[in-house]
């Protein structure tokens, strides 16, 4: 009868550090997992969430996560739309703790998503990367590799001949923001 308890106490020893051994693998694995995390994965699981995001310039924006991608999120505020880039943003808040990968095997750049709106005739509100606030506003009309060429308008009014205030072109590293104006959304 002793016998049996000192192999029963051996076994159930030997089942509890077998045990053991594996919850610390599944932890490790766990942690491996979430090491490859993206911020974009991390973010597309707040798809639907009302974030607060504040970017590397100190502007901050409050609204509905609706889009992620690996170079730039859409989020809906205020009636508007606005496109940040991933890689201006300081911090967000909100987020919570969902994940998920890419919906699809495709995705759209930075520079694919400005063509869009480029093709759409869209008035924009352009943030500038700069030590002191920098607004632009007015229609994207080309997109390069690494530039946006913007014609600029004058407050409340649309594109018309009369209306231009001139031809920019900004490095798209230098946007800050892509916001819709009131009256268009994207």
Known sequence: MRWELLFGDLEAQLHAATQQDLERQINELARVEASQLTLA???????GSRLSVVMRN??????????VEPQWVLLHEDGRSVLLPLAKILRMQGTGQGRAGAPSKISFTLAAALRILTRNRS???IELDSGRPSIVRGVLDQVGADYVQLMQLADGVSRDRGNTQGSIVVPIEALVSIASSPDNEF
Do not use: N, Y
């Open 41 to 47: 994965e991390v973010l597309r699981g707040a798809v």
């Open 58 to 67: 100190g502007t901050a924006f409050h609204g509905e996560m609706r889009k």
């Open 123 to 125: 008035s924009v509100v």
